[in-house]
Structure formats: structure tokens, C-alpha cells
């Protein structure tokens, strides 16, 4: 059966604007708290976006250059309301945020370094590792899989690209956009290989492999 890619939405331009306007100003945690937001809304409870739509634009923004959460919104927007809903929710997304961080800068450098200002920031960084912490979890099972052991064994090749590209990220202090694109090509030609290649796929070549 295949995927309906463009499925009349169950809900308005004017209410995705809305919900991604109140997490613009109301959400915190960095972009992978923000994303963890996104598929608890929009996937678990409202049930606007199918949890493909989600994890191909999930796909997508981390593999693109710049900030994961905006783009990710952007792709939300675009899914049934193309060009307009991307642009739209693009602006209520990140305006909010960018008002509230120069308004922040400028009562800070007008009265010289507040006190309780800097109080609530080491407040919210201690909060925020919590925050990233339990999301990145919620994304890993959900992109790679589950915690358990036949989930494990089942997605193996993913958790071993997975694990892979944590340990490079840690050691170089970088992510390496290089290595993310060639775990997807071989995991690619793994799941869905070429004509030439399904030989290696078939029963008769596992015989012949051992």
C-alpha cells in the first residue's frame, strides 16, 4: 500500500501558526528539546503529523546546515501548506525568541550585569541539561530503536552507525556532516540494495558466506 504523501490535514494554517508561535516564546532546551516538543504535540497528542512526515523532516534538518528546531518547524509547514505554511511558520517560530534574546542583551548592557538575571540563567542551564537529556533519549528510540534486546538486534547496523558517529562527535568535538551521509548511503544499500547487489540478500549466498 502506498503512502499517502499529501493527506487532507486535519487541522488549519492559522492553528499550526499558533502552536508553533506559543513554542517559539514559551519553549526552552535547545533544538533537540524543541523537536522532542514538536513529535509529543503534533505526532503523539494532536495527531496532525504522521510519525514519517516527522522522521524524514527530522532526517532532513539535522543532515541541513543551521539551527535543527527552525528547520524542522519549517518542514512541518511545508508538509500540507507548501511554500505559504513554511514561510509563516518559519517567522512565528523564530521572531519571538530573537525579540525576547535582544531584549534580554539590552537590559543586561544597560544596567551593567543584573544579578537575578544571571541567577535565573544558571537556574535554567542546570534545568536544560535534564531537559536535552531526557529528549535526546525520546529521539534515539525513536529514530533508531527501541531499548530492548530484540529491538536491538533487529536494528543493529543503526545502532552500530549510531554509536559510531557519538564516538567521533565526542572525540573530534565536531560533527562530522561527512559521516552522517555515508552511514544513510550504506544503510541505504543495506535495506534497499541495487539489483546487482540483492545476490548477497538472498538465502543461497548466506550458505555460501559461511
Known amino acids: 500500500m ?23 516564546y514559551s519553549g526552552f532546551g ?18 496532525w503529523i504522521s510519525e514519517d512526515d516527522y522522521k524524514e523532516g527530522l532526517a532532513l534538518a539535522q543532515l541541513a546546515p543551521g539551527p535543527l528546531a527552525a528547520q524542522l518547524a519549517i518542514y512541518i509547514g511545508f508538509i500540507h501548506f507548501r511554500v505559504l505554511g513554511a514561510t509563516l511558520v518559519g517567522l512565528v517560530f523564530i521572531i519571538p525568541s530573537f525579540i525576547m534574546v535582544v531584549g534580554l542583551g539590552v537590559l543586561y548592557k544597560i544596567f551593567d550585569g543584573l544579578p537575578w538575571m ?26 533508531v530503536s527501541k531499548l530492548n534486546l530484540k529491538s536491538i538486534q533487529l536494528s543493529w547496523l543503526l545502532w552500530v552507525f549510531y554509536l559510531t558517529g557519538l564516538v567521533i562527535t565526542l572525540v573530534t568535538q565536531s560533527e562530522k556532516v561527512l559521516i552522517f551521509i555515508l552511514a544513510g548511503l550504506l544503510y541505504m544499500l543495506y535495506t534497499v540494495p541495487p539489483k546487482k547487489l540483492k545476490l548477497f540478500h538472498s538465502p543461497m549466498s548466506v550458505i555460501f558466506l559461511k
Open 2 to 24: 502506498e503512502r499517502n504523501l499529501n493527506p487532507i490535514p486535519v487541522y488549519s494554517l492559522r492553528q499550526l501558526t499558533g502552536y508553533f508561535f506559543r513554542l517559539g
Open 118 to 143: 544571571q541567577a535565573i540563567f544558571y537556574g535554567v542551564g542546570a534545568a536544560v541539561i535534564g531537559i536535552v537529556f531526557l529528549s535526546s533519549y525520546k529521539l534515539t528510540i525513536r529514530s
Open 30 to 47: 535547545g533544538p533537540v528539546a524543541l523537536a522532542g516538543y514538536m513529535y509529543r504535540d503534533l505526532v503523539e497528542q494532536k495527531k
